[in-house]
Nanobody, 126 residues
Framework: QVQLVESGGGSVQAGDSLRLSCAASGRTFNAYVTGWFRQAPGKEREFVGAIRWSGGGTYYADSVKGRFTISRDISKNTAYLQMSSLKREDTAVYYC???????????????????WGQGTQVTVSS
């Protein structure tokens, strides 16, 4: 069974940086895509970005492009979301998700991802 565990959330000031981790277990992830999503109170879950484990190709939402970077460490089975120049509107619970690359692609649709982590809170204050 695939398990995803996020970590690294916290409370920061606007303009700060934060790195989230998504540790995956249960199988090797060469054939998978990891997506990052976020959900603010009262809002729908929003796509942040995604990465292919094989090749490392990435895709980002316009709202975070140039500020957020997704990477992965194959040896650690861990994906990362490096967030810089954080804004108050980045405040949300952040989730990582995984899906088989041939089914999911670098999809922005949450429904295309099969496995989900429990989420980690990021709070940005000004």
């Amino acid at each position: 069974q695939v398990q995803l565990v996020e970590s690294g959330g916290g409370s920061v000031q606007a303009g700060d940086s934060l790195r989230l981790s998504c540790a995956a277990s249960g199988r090797t992830f060469n054939a998978y895509v990891t997506g990052w999503f976020r959900q603010a109170p009262g809002k729908e879950r929003e796509f942040v970005g995604a990465i292919r484990w094989s090749g490392g190709g990435t895709y980002y939402a316009d709202s975070v492009k140039g500020r957020f970077t997704i990477s992965r460490d194959i040896s650690k089975n861990t994906a990362y979301l490096q967030m810089s120049s954080l804004k108050r509107e980045d405040t949300a619970v952040y989730y990582c998700a995984a899906g088989l690359a041939y089914k999911t692609g670098l999809s922005a649709r949450a429904a295309n991802y099969e496995y989900w982590g429990q989420g980690t809170q990021v709070t940005v204050s000004s």
